[in-house]
């Protein structure tokens, strides 16, 4: 395994490539709304990542066919987004999605209600995103890796929701995917030693119920047919507080 280190002039670029993409989350969240179609929503982001002079990067990746993943409801993450699929209230989105802009990555992804929605679906998405800020209090140079896994995990399964297993974060630079694989839950050992200039997407994938999935191809669904969210931004470790470069500077949620 090789974990890259971002020199000043990457960070520059990452910093750059999470900036526009925290635009086109914010863009695509806008029409979210009943009635609009998953296809739509793809068609809005392309349209601004193109705008932007960035590239999408999840289209074509492994053979994916689109810019974004669009997972309803039970759906877990890498739905293809479909004329067919239309956004009815009280259901919820997982949008995730990336861009490349000079060469450098970007990776975040958001879970949204359409209209008005259950209580218990806002506190699924709610627990989904808090999941990932617990996680990131331990994302420092000189801690562990699997100190952000076990914070996730923990404040998770205290609501008794299900931390998804099948899928993990990941490094991100050059690629979209690079090393180290950044798990949800606790594995055995204590992961890599963080260091400054590591840049991670971490990305909770927790559902209501069991966390167990069904995947069939790019179909990944909970095995229990209840709900599930995801969050996920793109961070920077630096020898104090992580940035979290997917958000506005000002911390401003998109
Ligand atoms: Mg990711």
Known sequence: MSVSIKSPKEIELMRESCRLLAIVHDEVR?????????KDLDR???EVIRDLHGTPNFLHLY????TICASVNEHVVHG????????????????DMGLIWQGYHSDAARTYGVGEISKEDRMLIEVTKQSF??????????NHLYDISSAIQNYAESFGYGVVRDMVGHGIGKALHEDPEVPNFKLPGKGIRLQAGMTLAIEPMINAGTWQVEIDGWKCVTADGRKSAHYENTILITDGEPEILTLYRDGREV
């Open 133 to 142: 800020f617990e996680g990131v209090k331990f994302a420092k140079a000189g």
């Open 80 to 95: 293809i987004p479909s004329d067919k699929t239309v956004l009815k209230e009280g259901d919820i989105i997982g949008i």
């Open 30 to 38: 806008k029409i979210v709304r009943p009635g609009i179609t998953t």
């Open 44 to 46: 809005k982001a392309s």
């Open 63 to 66: 053979g994916f066919p689109a």
